[in-house]
């Protein structure tokens, strides 16, 4: 929820009513085309300042407009080298933001509204363009370290050259795969859902409610609260029977039911703009029964028993009858831990029925089938392998080579981007206030003779006409 609280105070800050002529904020940075506010700077300030008990240094802000200088410097970047961040994206990252918001909140829009005095549609928008702008910052970063790889001899020198007092001390941990299977709704719910959404169509064709109450009263997913609209994207965004129904449309034409991975759809043409379009949607989803569960319970269960008795591998199992829609499918069904990145597991890292199915596993043994949600909230069922399984120990090179190899990596990453950095330096448009100029972390921003810094009045933005 910070992202959202920060993005409501920069909004105070303008808010703020000013005599004519009064200075509301001041420019104290430009990378290139990019500008940074005193705003920005004291917003990230007061975030850092709420998450310790601890007062923060005066030098605290140098660090952070160091921060700032590097992401701009990303941005700038990734402007002239034309990296791409789509409307879906954005979407996507607002809707699944919001939701996590008002999963906080018990799905209650009205408390939502309530707390942040303004609508979820009027959030988005406040919300839209630094996000799409930190996409793109991540984007160019990425691309930067791209090519960045390691061999073992550095490997085995990064982990040599770390004091031998100094190794870090890891817990018991596992790697942990898993084989999923989706189930699928029967016919007759299929039917059903289709039946309800040629209904809707005709109501609305009949003009008995409007596209947008319909979205809003009826669809599965987060567009809904508001009234469907999947906003601007290009082509190839889309799974393909949405994209191939949505780019057929006229203007203002409503598809018929269109089938997806997803569920089943409705999909109106809002807009066409060269190779982009907009489009509405309503998305149903059948209904999974027990009895659904149940069939793809025993067809899962008789994948595991054809493992256990060798007639072929878990790795093989995965890539011919796993969910190819869940992360571990295309790494040999091993799952990753989502806080380190790698695929090793604390215990507290385990959801508690992985680690209570895997407790007293042999290695390579599998769990009985397991039922569980999907990110979207959907049932799924797998089986989990105990792949491996270590005792509490001190960082050895044979025993932790995948970590050390991920350090190593990470480390030779960032001297990559602080070398990137450096030479971007030398030949970007860059000013920084005088007030900052005496921060360390500062120094290498300014030394280059080209720079031009300015202070003082050159930096503020003023009211009045």
């Not at 799924?380 to 491996?388: D, P």
Request: charged share 25%.
């Amino acid at each position: 929820m910070n992202n959202v609280l920060t993005l409501l105070l920069c909004l105070c800050c303008y808010g703020l009513s000013a005599q004519k002529g009064a200075v509301i904020d001041e420019v104290i940075a430009r990378v290139g085309s990019e500008y940074i506010l005193l705003s920005d700077l004291e917003e990230q300030y007061a975030l850092a300042q709420s998450q310790t008990n601890e007062p923060l240094p005066p030098e605290a802000r140098c660090a952070i407009l160091d921060q700032s200088l590097v992401a701009k410097l990303l941005f700038n970047q990734s402007k002239l080298d034309s990296i791409e961040v789509n409307d879906a994206e954005v979407e996507q990252q607002l809707n699944a933001r919001i939701d996590r918001i008002l999963s906080y909140m018990g799905g209650d829009v009205n408390q939502f509204e309530d707390y942040y005095g303004q609508s979820i549609t009027a959030t988005k928008e406040q919300f839209r363009e630094d996000l799409r702008e930190q996409l793109a910052i991540d984007r160019m970063r990425a691309s930067v370290v791209r090519e960045v790889k390691v061999t073992p001899a550095e490997v085995k020198n990064f982990f040599a050259e770390i004091p031998r007092d100094s190794l870090p001390y890891f817990n018991s941990e596992v790697e942990v795969g898993e084989l999923v299977v989706k189930p699928e709704a029967n016919d007759s719910t299929k039917q059903a859902v289709i039946a309800r959404l040629q209904t809707l169509r005709q109501q609305i064709l009949d003009s008995l409610i409007t596209f947008e109450e319909a979205a809003r009263k009826n669809s599965a997913d987060g567009s809904a609260r508001g009234g469907g609209d999947l906003g601007w994207t290009k082509r190839g965004k889309f799974v393909a029977e949405f994209e191939a129904a949505a780019y057929n449309l006229d203007l203002g034409e409503i598809s018929d039911v269109v089938e997806s991975e997803f569920g089943y759809h409705l999909i109106r043409l809002d807009g066409r703009r060269g190779n982009s379009i907009r489009v509405s949607h309503i998305l149903l989803q059948p209904e999974i029964t027990e009895g659904d569960m149940e069939k793809s319970r025993r067809y899962l269960d008789s994948i595991a028993h054809l493992i256990r008795v060798d007639t072929f591998t878990f790795s093989y199992a995965v890539k011919r009858f796993g969910y190819d829609k869940v992360q571990s499918y295309n790494n040999d069904g091993r799952m990753s831990n989502p806080n380190s990145g790698n695929t090793f597991f604390e215990i507290g890292d385990l959801d508690p029925d992985v680690y209570f199915a895997i407790d007293e596993l042999e290695i390579d043994s599998l769990s009985e089938v397991l039922e569980f949600r999907g990110p979207a909230g959907d049932p799924m069922l797998r089986v989990v392998q105990l792949q491996s399984r270590t005792s509490p120990h001190r960082a050895t090179l044979s025993q932790d080579y995948a970590k050390i190899q991920d350090a190593t990596k990470n480390a030779k990453q960032q001297q990559y981007l602080s070398d990137w950095i450096q030479k971007r330096v030398s030949s970007t448009f860059i000013k920084i206030d005088e007030r900052y100029q005496a921060c360390p972390q500062i120094k290498v921003w300014i030394e280059d003779s080209r720079k031009i810094t300015v202070g003082g009045a050159d930096g503020k933005i003023v009211t009045g006409r």
